[in-house]
C-alpha cells in the first residue's frame, strides 16, 4: 500500500536519498530542470542538490512524495509558474495560450525496481490532494499521448495523457508531436 507525503524538511532526506540511489536521476538534475537556469549557480549535479534543499527549505519546492511503507519510492513535482518556469515545448506552449495557469504539474519520477507499477498515478492523486489544500485553482501538466506506442515508463516524466484524463483533466491544446497541455480546476 502506498501513501504519500509533502516534499519538505522532514521529509528532504527521504527525498534526498531516492535521488541518490539513482544517479541524481537522469545524470543529476535532481528535479531542477523546470525551476529553470536560474535556479542553480552552476550546472554540477552538487550545486543543483544545494539549490533544491534551499527551494525546499524556503517552501519553493513542492512534490508529493510516494512512500512504500518508510521508503520515499517516488514523486510528482508540481508548484506556480513562477518556481517552475521553464517547461518543454516553451515555444510552441507560449504561442498557443499567453494565460498561466495556477499551478503546473511539471514531472514524475519513480524508483528502481517501481517502474510500471503505478507510482505516478499514486503521486499525481497526492499532487492534486497538495494543490487543494494550497487554495486549488487552474492546474497544468504537460502529458505525453502515447496511446497506441510501447514507451518505457521511465521516459514518461511528463506522465502519460491516460493517467491525467482518469484525474479528469482535459486536453487543451498540442504544444509537440505527443505533447500537450491539459488542464483541470479544482476548488
Same mark, same amino acid.
Given at each position: 500500500?502506498?501513501?504519500?507525503?509533502?516534499?519538505?524538511?522532514?521529509?528532504? /532526506?527521504?527525498?534526498?536519498?531516492?535521488?541518490?540511489?539513482?544517479?541524481?536521476?537522469? !545524470?543529476?538534475?535532481?528535479?531542477?530542470?523546470?525551476? =529553470?537556469?536560474?535556479?542553480?549557480?552552476?550546472?554540477?549535479?552538487?550545486?543543483?542538490?544545494?539549490?533544491?534543499?534551499?527551494?525546499?527549505?524556503? !517552501?519553493?519546492?513542492?512534490?508529493?512524495?510516494?512512500?512504500?511503507?518508510?521508503?520515499?519510492?517516488?514523486?510528482?513535482? +508540481?508548484?506556480?509558474?513562477?518556481?517552475? /518556469?521553464?517547461?518543454?515545448?516553451?515555444?510552441?506552449?507560449?504561442?498557443?495560450?499567453?494565460?498561466? /495557469?495556477?499551478?503546473?504539474?511539471?514531472? +514524475? +519520477?519513480?524508483?528502481?525496481?517501481?517502474? =510500471?507499477?503505478?507510482?505516478?498515478?499514486?503521486?499525481?492523486?497526492?499532487?492534486?490532494?497538495?494543490?487543494?489544500?494550497?487554495?486549488?485553482?487552474?492546474?497544468?501538466?504537460? /502529458?505525453?499521448?502515447?496511446?497506441?506506442?510501447?514507451?518505457?515508463?521511465? @521516459?514518461? @516524466?511528463?506522465?502519460?495523457?491516460?493517467?491525467?484524463?482518469?484525474?479528469? +483533466?482535459?486536453?487543451?491544446?498540442?504544444? =509537440?508531436?505527443?505533447?500537450?497541455?491539459?488542464?483541470?480546476?479544482?476548488?
Amino acid at each position: 500500500m502506498y501513501e504519500t507525503r509533502a516534499l519538505d524538511d522532514t521529509s528532504w /532526506p527521504d527525498f534526498a536519498h531516492l535521488v541518490a540511489a539513482n544517479n541524481g536521476v537522469w !545524470g543529476g538534475c535532481w528535479c531542477m530542470w523546470y525551476h =529553470g537556469k536560474d535556479a542553480i549557480a552552476e550546472d554540477s549535479p552538487a550545486a543543483k542538490r544545494k539549490a533544491k534543499q534551499c527551494l525546499v527549505r524556503e !517552501g519553493r519546492a513542492h512534490a508529493a512524495l510516494v512512500y512504500e511503507g518508510a521508503d520515499c519510492v517516488g514523486w510528482c513535482q +508540481f508548484g506556480s509558474p513562477a518556481e517552475l /518556469p521553464r517547461i518543454h515545448n516553451q515555444r510552441a506552449y507560449l504561442a498557443t495560450d499567453p494565460a498561466l /495557469p495556477d499551478w503546473r504539474i511539471t514531472c +514524475f +519520477f519513480s524508483g528502481k525496481g517501481h517502474r =510500471g507499477n503505478g507510482i505516478a498515478a499514486v503521486a499525481l492523486a497526492g499532487a492534486i490532494e497538495q494543490i487543494r489544500q494550497l487554495g486549488g485553482g487552474r492546474v497544468e501538466a504537460f /502529458p505525453d499521448d502515447i496511446e497506441g506506442q510501447k514507451t518505457s515508463p521511465a @521516459f514518461l @516524466f511528463n506522465g502519460a495523457m491516460s493517467m491525467f484524463e482518469r484525474q479528469g +483533466f482535459e486536453r487543451s491544446r498540442q504544444i =509537440g508531436k505527443h505533447k500537450w497541455v491539459v488542464t483541470k480546476t479544482l476548488d
